[in-house]
């Protein structure tokens, strides 16, 4: 029998088991053979951290910055490898902007929502809801930095704001036109300067989602016993995949990368190449997930013959009194010059900062191509072949006086 803290098919996992019966299949049978391994990545534990210092700050009535130099979770608030101060106030503010700006009404801040009556794996924690006789409002906050998630359709937002309405009876009870504006506030990866990505939709569509797509799809992954290897459907959503170093399409992609060789690279053809370019992000997941289970099982004692624990680097600093003895010795040629920051650096410092690195900032002509994946978000770029090069500087025939 699962237990419920692990469940699988909780909100944060909604993106990944609508798209792939294979995440919770293998996770369900992990979890019932007692074979489950949970190995909690350092970006997770610091963004569940950071989630901990927004919600006393609300809870609270005070700011982020208050707890400057405060441990939460083994994170201290404002310190270098910390919990970012700015990302958390981004968020912070745009919860207290929505009750600032909308008055009177019932606030829900990191509250978990288990509905077994509907389902028993239905379970979520809203980061932060409210509503009041005008909308529900449902704010989502990302901590990462790596992959942006958007707020229109987004399934996770969908689960939680099922939820909500579900557990509340004034909320079942509200014409299915009453307003539903659904966010992710993910200050790391879109910036501090951008409005949190939102997604005005209806209760009537929210329950829609989860009467006909959510609650068959949980149900029908609840009845599937047998796995196929059909049943894994990789994608983005293999991001935090908690079964993913034993999943048989990330395990075929490692493989695929380990046997192949530079020479062998070079004789495959474009189609071969494309085939092996689009599983490059699944080689490079289970690679993560490799290096993260390897360094806990040592941590916790096991023996694994071709990896070892070693310190980190770390680099010589000075001890108190060096400052005066160097300058003593070298003078200026102690310190290394002053050097502007970057546009991207300005732009973090103030609102100033942006209009300057507006106003000033600039890209210089590209110094040539990189490749990246489809799904990169920037418009793909044509190589300038000799004829394109020549063809600029071709004069017209009335030039050469023909
Ligand atoms: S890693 Fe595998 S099991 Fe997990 S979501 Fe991706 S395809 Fe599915």
Not at 32 to 61: C, K, M, P, Q, V
Not at 68 to 73: S, T, V
Not at 242 to 251: G, H, R
Not at 371 to 393: C, G, L, Q, W, Y
């Amino acid at each position: 029998m699962i237990h419920l803290e692990h469940s699988p098919l909780g909100g944060s996992g909604a993106h990944r088991f609508m798209t792939c019966a294979g995440s919770f299949l293998l996770h369900r049978h992990q979890l019932e053979n007692d074979e489950f391994e949970n190995i909690e990545s350092e970006f997770a534990s610091r963004g569940t951290a950071a989630h901990e210092l927004a919600a006393r700050a609300i809870i609270e009535n005070t700011e982020p910055f208050e707890y400057l130099g405060e441990d939460f979770g083994g994170y201290l608030v404002g310190w270098p490898g910390g919990i970012s101060l700015d990302a958390t106030h981004v968020y912070f503010n745009e919860c207290l902007g929505i009750v600032d700006r909308q008055g009177f009404g019932r606030v829900l801040v990191e509250e978990t929502i288990h509905l077994p009556d509907l389902h028993p794996l239905l379970r979520g924690t809203v980061d932060f809801g409210y509503y009041n006789a005008i909308a529900l409002w449902l704010r989502d906050y990302k901590n990462g930095e790596g992959i942006g998630v958007a707020a229109g359709g987004n399934r996770q937002l969908l689960y939680y704001a099922f939820l909500m309405i579900m557990a509340d009876e004034h909320l079942r009870n509200l014409p299915r036109d009453f307003p539903c504006d659904l966010g992710i506030v993910q200050p790391n990866f879109y910036g501090i300067f951008e409005e949190p990505d939102t997604w005005v939709t209806t209760i009537g569509y929210v329950l829609d989602w989860g009467h006909n797509e959510l609650l068959p799809r949980m149900n029908a992954l609840m009845r599937a016993q047998d796995i196929d290897e059909s049943d894994f459907v990789p994608g983005s959503h293999c991001q935090f995949c908690p079964v993913l170093l034993d999943c048989p399409k990330m395990q075929q992609a490692f493989r695929e990368y380990v046997e192949g060789s530079e020479d062998f690279v070079l004789m495959l053809t474009d189609e071969e190449l494309d085939r092996y370019y689009s599983q490059r992000e699944y080689a490079r997941r289970f690679m993560n997930a490799l290096e993260a289970t390897v360094h806990a099982r040592l941590i916790g004692g096991a023996k694994i013959p071709s990896a070892k624990l070693v310190e980190k680097k770390t680099n010589r600093v000075w001890k108190p009194g060096a400052q005066a003895a160097l300058t003593a010795a070298f003078g200026d040629k102690a310190f290394t010059p002053r050097e502007i920051k970057s546009p991207a650096q300005i732009e973090k410092l103030s609102s100033r900062g942006k209009e300057l690195a507006l106003e000033f900032g600039y890209k210089p002509e590209s110094v040539g191509l990189s490749v990246a994946p489809i799904s990169d978000p920037r418009p793909a770029a044509k190589p300038k072949t000799n004829a394109a090069v020549f063809e600029a500087h071709a004069q017209r025939p009335e030039e050469l006086g023909f």
